[in-house]
């Protein structure tokens, strides 16, 4: 019963304060906290997809949804749903969802996509009319992904999906349960597309479609502005720039095209968040899923760190079951100052699973004090999971927060995470191993506590972080691969006293204590 997960509540916080001391996942600085008024405006959200299994939903769906303990719908709309022609909208649909939420007391967020597999029971999310004019993104042998998806640098497409997303916000701003817009390009929460089996076809990257081409030309041109320019850069030997082509993945201009579509999720979701807010001063949300090392769909979480940090948007990882990209976004959140949401595939538990309990909630304390909320997978009435125990889960999530004080322990070591691009096999090894070997108990160690933050090169080298308030810091890659600036940081760093060790170093006993709020 409800009464039963509450009294349960009190031996799971003494579970994941313990989590928090053991466990590597501490604050660089002491942050600011939230506020009770905060505290109390927390996010607890399902998706919602466009279709039912019976089809269209009705009202007494959006009431089980708030009888169930969420307080916001994370309203998918397809918008191949929606746009019909160029130009040509029916929103009849979501204006009825729209008036089902406000009846059923459920705040709301848009969530749209430029191109991503359909969901359970949804509509392609393409239009038709763009799938049969529009110019499908490809790899490198000209093979679609499935299903497919539009180009990512077609002008055309893009010019429809901005039309699209200013016709969404001009007809549903004024909605006043409607707190934000989750607007995402490329694949949902996948950047430029999967690379695996039944996707991505041959297990090659996406990006090679003509239209992408022209797109990179155009950008090494207002890069090195001359091709004789490009040339002594690349020890190259083109004629004009209409001789690059897109290079396979680490042959030797593969760096070049990593840069580029570095540089086009940055550009693309620039413009989109400058749209957004010039028509409204809602929320934005952004979903980041899957991967922290993912070369080909470039899930580089700093990234859009730097862009959610630029135009204020919280980002909502997908998923929090992943300790260890929980651990790592975690921390790059407090340091970019940037709100948090966290996701869950719940429904891999169990209804009643009481050891899920403490797993949600020593991964959702991650996130303190940039969390936002938490997030659940699809709720489906008559289906086999419905989330009955979000109501517990939620109070416990906020009685963390309280027992914390809102700030995870503070630690003087560092773990060093480089971000590594993948411009050859090596650096995909490496970032693969360094994302596996981040720990998730304790170090080794004389001692069996020991917390730890991550740190990033770019932070360090932004002002972002002060290696002062470190006493040690751990590298997890080889230390060829740190930009200069930052090896000069690091040996001022060193001479002051800090000492940098490899990750398989023991740390000395007295520096294994995490601390919370001047209490070790």
């Known amino acids: 019963t409800f009464e039963a997960c509450l009294r349960f509540m009190k031996v799971i916080a003494l579970f994941v304060l313990a989590f928090f001391i053991v466990s590597p996942f501490c604050a660089v600085a002491k942050p600011a906290r939230r506020t009770k008024s905060d ?72 969530v749209t996509f430029y191109s991503v597999a359909p969901t ?8 038709t009319f763009l799938l049969k004019n529009g110019e499908l993104e490809v790899n490198p042998d000209g093979q679609p992904d499935l299903p497919p998806a539009l180009s990512w640098w077609n002008l055309t497409d893009r010019f429809y999906y901005f039309g699209f997303l200013k016709a969404l916000v001009n007809s549903f701003n004024s909605y006043t349960n409607l707190i934000g817009y989750s607007i995402n390009f490329g694949w949902l929460d996948d950047g430029w597309g999967p690379s695996s089996p039944p996707y991505g076809s041959g297990n090659l990257p996406m990006g090679y479609s003509a239209s992408d081409l022209r797109e990179y030309r155009n950008y090494l041109q207002s890069q090195y502005g001359t091709i004789q320019n490009l040339d002594r850069a690349w020890n190259a030997s083109f004629s004009s720039f209409s001789e690059v082509t897109l290079p396979l993945p680490f042959t030797e201009y593969w760096p070049y095209f990593q840069q580029f579509r570095i540089w086009s999720i940055n550009e693309t979701y620039s413009e989109i968040y400058a749209l957004i807010k010039s028509l409204s001063d809602k929320s934005l949300f952004l979903y980041f899923g899957g991967s922290a090392s993912d070369v080909y769909a470039l899930q580089l979480p700093e990234v859009y760190f730097q862009i959610a940090k630029r135009y204020n948007v919280t980002v909502l ?12 976004m975690s921390n790059m959140a407090r340091i970019y100052d940037v709100n948090m949401m ?14 899920y309990y403490g797993y949600y909630l020593s991964h959702i304390s991650l996130f303190y004090p940039r969390l936002s909320g938490g997030d659940y997978i699809f709720f489906v009435r008559s289906g086999q999971y419905e989330h009955w125990e979000t109501f517990a889960l939620n109070a416990m999530a906020v009685s963390m927060y309280n027992i914390i004080k809102g700030a995870p322990p503070v630690s003087r070591v560092a773990l060093l995470f480089v971000a590594l691009p993948g411009y050859t096999q090596e ?38 972080v002060n290696l002062s308030q470190f006493r040690y810091l751990v590298l997890m890659t080889p230390q060829s691969y740190l930009p200069e600036g930052v090896t000069k940081a690091l040996n001022r760093w060193e001479k002051s006293g800090g000492q940098l060790l490899s990750s398989t170093s023991s740390l000395p006993s007295s520096m294994c204590f995490a601390q919370v709020d001047g209490s070790t």
């Open 39 to 110: 505290v109390a405006n927390y996010v607890w959200s399902v998706h919602v997809s466009w279709f039912g299994p019976s089809g269209y939903h009705n009202l007494s769906y959006f009431q089980e949804l708030r009888s169930n303990g969420y307080n916001t719908a994370l309203l998918y709309v397809p918008w191949g749903a929606v746009e019909y022609g160029p130009n040509e909208f029916n929103f009849s649909v979501l204006y009825a969802y729209m008036n089902y939420t406000l009846e059923a007391k459920l705040k709301v967020v848009l």
């Open 120 to 127: 359970q029971y949804d509509v392609d999310p393409v239009p």
């Open 317 to 328: 990882l997908d998923d929090a079951d992943h300790l260890r990209l929980s651990i790592l």
């Open 342 to 355: 966290t996701e869950w595939t719940s429904e891999n538990y169990g209804a009643n699973n009481r050891a």
């Open 427 to 464: 650096q995909v090894s490496i970032q693969s191993a360094e994302i596996e070997d981040l720990p998730t108990q304790s170090f080794t160690s004389t001692s069996p506590y020991c917390s730890y933050a991550v740190i990033t090169p770019t932070e360090i080298d932004s002002g972002l």
